[in-house]
C-alpha cells in the first residue's frame, strides 16, 4: 500500500483505529456436502469451492450450490469494468434446433485494497431453466491495480435468453461493486452503521467504509515520503462533511488524502446511545510505490 491512514484525531485525543473487519455478507454461498448439509464456501482455488472443517479449509464434496440472504456486506468496493457476457454456440438457421448452450463471460476488477480469497460467482437468471450457479478464483487483488478475467461456461442444454449476475466474495463475505447502485449502496451501508450505533452506548467515531489514498501519480518518479492531515466533519449518520487539508507535505498529497477521505463512511461519535456530529482530524502517511505497482 502507498499510503496509509494513522491514528485520527478526535478533538484533541489520539486514538488507534483501523477500518471494520470482515462481516457476514449480503449474499452467502453455500454448497450441499454428502452428509445433506449446507456449508458456507470460504475460498475457491479454481473452480473448486473450499469449506471449513475442523477449523481448516478443505475441498467441498458435494456438487449443488446455492446463494442464501444474509445480513450485511462486507464493507469493501471492487469496481467492475469491461463486463461482456454473449451467448455462444448460438445457431441461427432455425431449421435445426436451437444450440444456445453457453456463456462467455469477462470483465476487470479493480479495489482500492489489498484483497485476497476473492472468488467470483456466476449467477446465470434463465427463465425456462431456472438460476444456475458458476465459481470461479480471483485470487488476490492488488490495491489500484485492474485484474482481467475471462471463461466460457458450458451449461449442456439450450438456455435461451438469460441475465448474468455478478456477485464477487473476499474470504467467503460478498462485497460491494460498481454492479450496484450508488443510491442502493448508500442505503445499505446507513442501514449497517445505524445498527452499530444502536449497539453502542458511548464509543468514538471510527472509519468503517473507504480505502487509503492512491499514491499521487505525479511523483511516483520522484520517490517522495509525505503527509498530509485532513480535518472534517463526521455528522450523525456517519457521513463525512466539509472534508478540507489541513496541511501536507505536498499539495500532492494533501489533494490524494481529500478525494479518499471524501469517499469515506463513519461510524459516528455515540453518547448515550444516541449518534452526534463530531470533527475528525486524520493524518496519512505516503509511501512511494515499490515498482511496478500504484
Known amino acids: 500500500m502507498s499510503a496509509k491512514f494513522l491514528s485520527p484525531l478526535f478533538t484533541g485525543t489520539l486514538l488507534g483505529v483501523c477500518l471494520a473487519g470482515p462481516l457476514a455478507a449480503q449474499s452467502r454461498l453455500y454448497i450441499q456436502e454428502p452428509d445433506d448439509k449446507f456449508h458456507a464456501v470460504s475460498k475457491v482455488g479454481g473452480i473448486r469451492p473450499y469449506i471449513m472443517e475442523g477449523g481448516k479449509l478443505a475441498a467441498a464434496k458435494g456438487q449443488r450450490l446455492v446463494l442464501k440472504k444474509v445480513e450485511e456486506y462486507l464493507p469493501v468496493f471492487v469496481a467492475v469494468s469491461d463486463k461482456d457476457s454473449m451467448p455462444t454456440n448460438s445457431s441461427a438457421d432455425f431449421s435445426y434446433a436451437p444450440t444456445n448452450n453457453g456463456v462467455h463471460f469477462s470483465a476487470k476488477f479493480e479495489s482500492r485494497d489489498f484483497l485476497e480469497d476473492v472468488f467470483l460467482v456466476l449467477e446465470m437468471v434463465i427463465p425456462n431453466v431456472g438460476n444456475k450457479l458458476f465459481v470461479y478464483e480471483i485470487g488476490r487483488l492488488e490495491a489500484w491495480t485492474p485484474k482481467s478475467f475471462s471463461t466460457d461456461l458450458a451449461l449442456g442444454q439450450y438456455m435461451g435468453s438469460g441475465t448474468v449476475v455478478v456477485h464477487l466474495f473476499c474470504a467467503g463475505s460478498e462485497v460491494f461493486t460498481s454492479e450496484q447502485p450508488a443510491a442502493e449502496r448508500e442505503a445499505l451501508l446507513d442501514r449497517m ?5 444502536t449497539a453502542a452506548k458511548d464509543a468514538a467515531p471510527r472509519p468503517f467504509f473507504g480505502s487509503a489514498p492512491e499514491y499521487p501519480a505525479a511523483l ?20 463525512v462533511q466539509d472534508a478540507v487539508v489541513a496541511r501536507a507535505s ?11 477521505v471524501r469517499e469515506w463512511r463513519f461510524v459516528p461519535q455515540v453518547q448515550g446511545g444516541r449518534a452526534v456530529e463530531m470533527k475528525v482530524n486524520i493524518p496519512f502517511a505516503f509511501e512511494p510505490p515499490a515498482a511496478g505497482q500504484h
Open 193 to 197: 452503521i445505524a445498527k452499530r450505533v
Open 250 to 260: 505536498e499539495a500532492a498529497f494533501g489533494e490524494a488524502a481529500l478525494a479518499a
Open 220 to 239: 511516483r518518479s520522484s520517490g517522495l515520503k509525505g503527509e498530509a492531515v485532513v480535518s472534517l466533519r463526521v455528522t450523525a449518520q456517519g457521513a
